[in-house]
């Protein structure tokens, strides 16, 4: 056992201190700045989303409720990739939300609950005005003005911050008494969207396989009738796992140079980071800038501790309690405020890591203790240990 330990230690410390060979950034520790694009299509009224059609019907059904007491704040929460954001802009654009006095649409930069930010965003999508040298108060009370005078569908599309500005942001929405308003959410975090909503949440859950392919084929502009696609086509879809993301990232790869029999194998075979990599930019649509964001806007304890999952081969699965035990044995564990035990602290570690899908229990032993597996998205394992070894 000791022995295993000082390699896996080993191995962590060679991985830590790889080249910055694949352009991402260095060392553990460091804040990142992306240039995060912002949502801009949410007016596009020609949006084709397959297989949402009921999860349209159900949100659009709690968003045409009337509440009572008080303002509706409803999350669409679950993994990167699942379409969230294309879902929220099919509710944005629904004939149905023309009965609201105003529709307002927000990006909020991840890792970023800027009030501020958010309020002016809030307030300049409506007939009141805001000056521009106006402090947070006057911004958080003219937000309180309009959900008081009018009726307005509000989508913060990405949510995602610390507690205690995911809260104060809550309490601004909910200053006002129109209760016919709703707030809808996007979020990758479970936690946010527990913490934000004043319903249950609403969990996106992976597309089928016909759905997928009819992205997949949409996006190659190619479908049954072609050679390539029988041969190469079902496992390709297979290989998106219900995510429409990928699924379109790998159409675009294919549309590239449908005619090539090695493009289609690439879609089939090849490790997706190393897709996205030989590729130009303006060529294929991008699968990973979301994650990256994600994952160099985690704490670097839970950097560190994702870090260590990427030692394990691919398609593994790890006991929770030797993990949290192979933590502190490699002292990744930082005790918080210097009280808490290290294993409860390893606990909270594993669940922050559950919350944002990064990690998923796929089962339990016969004694009750999970097993693990990293990332819920499969295809993306990969991709997170190529980050890992850049750090």
């Known amino acids: ?180 308003s709703k707030i809808v959410v996007t979020t990758h975090s479970y936690k946010v969207a527990e913490l934000v909503s004043t319903v249950p949440p609403y969990k996106l859950s992976a597309l089928s396989e016909d759905d997928c392919l009819s992205i997949f084929s949409q996006r190659a502009m190619t479908g049954r009738g072609d050679p390539l696609f029988r041969e190469y086509g079902e496992e390709i879809v297979r290989r998106c796992g219900g995510t429409p993301l990928v699924a379109n990232f790998l159409g675009s790869v294919v549309n590239a140079q449908r005619q090539r029999r090695e493009i289609w194998k690439a879609a089939k075979d090849k490790d997706m980071w190393k897709i996205e990599e030989d590729y130009p930019e303006d060529k294929i649509s991008p699968l990973f800038p979301s994650f990256k964001i994600i994952y160099y806007n985690m704490p670097h304890e839970l950097r560190l501790c994702f870090v260590y999952c990427s030692i394990f081969p691919k398609g593994s699965v790890m006991d929770k309690k030797k993990l949290i035990q192979q933590w502190i044995a ?51 394992t990969n991709f997170h240990s190529k980050l890992s070894s850049s750090d």
């Open 330 to 380: 490699l002292d990744m564990i930082e005790s918080r405020h210097g009280t808490l035990p290290l294993d409860v602290t390893a606990e909270k570690y594993i669940d922050e890591l559950k919350a944002i899908y990064f990690l998923q229990v796929i089962g339990r032993h016969q004694d009750g203790n999970p097993v693990l597996a990293a990332l819920g998205v499969r295809h993306l």
């Open 1 to 180: 056992m000791v022995h295993k330990m000082k390699s896996k230690r080993e191995l962590l410390q060679t991985r830590q201190h790889l080249p910055n060979q694949y352009h991402f950034i260095s060392h553990i520790n460091s804040v990142v700045d992306f240039d995060e694009k912002q949502t801009t299509s949410y007016r596009n009224s020609d949006i084709i989303l397959f297989g949402r059609d009921r999860d349209l019907e159900n949100l659009m059904d709690i968003i045409m409720q009337k509440s009572v007491g008080e303002i509706s704040i409803i999350s669409i929460v679950g993994p990167m990739g699942l379409g969230k954001t294309s879902l929220a802009q099919l509710v944005f654009n629904d004939a149905r939300t023309k009965a609201f006095s105003f529709r307002i649409w927000v990006h909020v930069s991840m890792g970023n609950v800027s009030l501020e930010k958010i309020g002016r965003d809030i307030v300049s999508q409506t007939t009141e005005r805001i000056e521009g040298n106006m402090q947070l108060q006057s911004i958080k009370n003219a937000v309180q003005t309009i959900l008081n005078k009018y009726s307005c569908l509000i989508v913060l599309d990405n949510l995602w911050g610390k507690d205690e500005e995911v809260n104060e942001l809550k309490q601004m929405l909910l200053t006002g008494i129109q209760t016919e």
